[in-house]
């Protein structure tokens, strides 16, 4: 479902390897020797160990090997070879190929606005392939992008409907993103994307729920201004966090100074991890994550 770009030849033949598989010795040694006997320069690796005896062993390798879309068919029969004799899950993806996302809003634009900026720069190797909404209010932003946009609007009579015609919308992207989409997806939808949804909130939950958090966190005199994203999960806001950062306030924070640092905060937060996730970064560990970054 990606699209490769064909215009970037710095990308042409960087491939990424994600392994996961049970720890013992020997692990980096074969999967090194098979990047050598192909032909392959690994340009970076990184590594995690959940507990050398006994535990799990995660490994991502990003290397450069000449027609890698042509001699993909063989390495990857290798891989599965090596699979089955270490028993490794395993990914391999082509460096070059731009992740499709559907990025869906209400009505503020900040998070939606970064994503945005990111592609156009470069910084963030995706394409935004349409963006979705239960308000028209954004509506011109898309269009100044040239993004496609869909209007689905959302009421409690007609919520099941409307996320059916908003999965019909999205059913051929590789990522979901929730920029401030104030609308909670059902466990269907997150079963459909599974660590491929993506959500960003204030880091205020538990303690400042409800419709205006930032108005009880400044009555509570909050001193840390905090955005979390996490992947969607049936369970509300309990999916496995991808990034969180932190901005300090002080006593003279009004409540609209609390919400504009909190615009900040959580526009780099959501971005970093959508990077991250379409840079093959994020490896989902039970309720956590695992981040090469």
């Not at 090194?32 to 005896?53: F, K």
């Not at 392939?129 to 946009?149: M, T, Y």
């Not at 059916?164 to 609308?183: F, G, K, N, P, T």
């Not at 900040?264 to 991890?273: D, I, P, S």
Request: aromatic share 6%; with cysteine; charged share 25%.
């Amino acid at each position: 479902m990606s699209t490769p770009d064909p215009t970037d030849a710095r990308f042409a033949d960087v491939g990424r390897l994600v392994v996961r598989c049970p720890d013992r010795p020997g692990i980096v040694a074969v999967l090194s020797g098979l990047m050598a006997e192909v032909g392959a320069n690994i340009t970076d690796s990184q590594q995690h160990s959940s507990d050398p005896s006994g535990g799990t062993f995660t490994l991502r390798l990003e290397f450069v090997l000449a027609d890698l879309a042509g001699r993909r068919p063989g390495l990857e029969q290798r891989l599965t070879a090596l699979a089955a004799e270490w028993g490794m899950a395993w990914r391999l993806t082509e460096a070059i190929h731009r992740p499709r996302l559907a990025v869906f809003v209400s009505r503020t634009d900040h998070a939606l606005q970064e994503l945005i900026y990111r592609v156009r720069a470069g910084d963030l190797r995706a394409e935004i392939a349409c963006i979705v909404s239960n308000h028209r209010d954004l509506e011109p932003v898309a269009v100044g992008a040239g993004i496609p946009f869909h209007h689905v609007p959302v009421t409690s009579d007609t919520k099941a409907e409307a996320e059916a015609a908003a999965l019909e919308i999205v059913s051929d992207v590789d990522l979901v993103v929730l920029a401030r989409y104030m609308q909670i997806v059902s466990p269907d939808f997150c079963a459909r994307f599974p660590e491929r949804l993506i959500n960003i909130h204030h880091s205020f939950l538990p303690a400042f729920v409800g419709a205006n958090p930032y108005r009880a966190a400044h009555d509570r005199g909050v001193k840390l201004i905090g955005a979390t994203a996490h992947y969607v999960t049936a369970e509300l806001d309990a999916g496995p966090i991808i990034e969180q950062e932190v901005a300090r306030v002080d006593h003279r924070a009004t409540v609209e100074d609390m919400r504009r640092v909190g615009r900040y905060v959580e526009r780099q937060v959501l971005a970093q991890a959508v990077t991250w996730h379409v840079e093959d970064r994020v490896i989902v560990d039970g309720e956590k994550t695992i981040v090469f970054a």
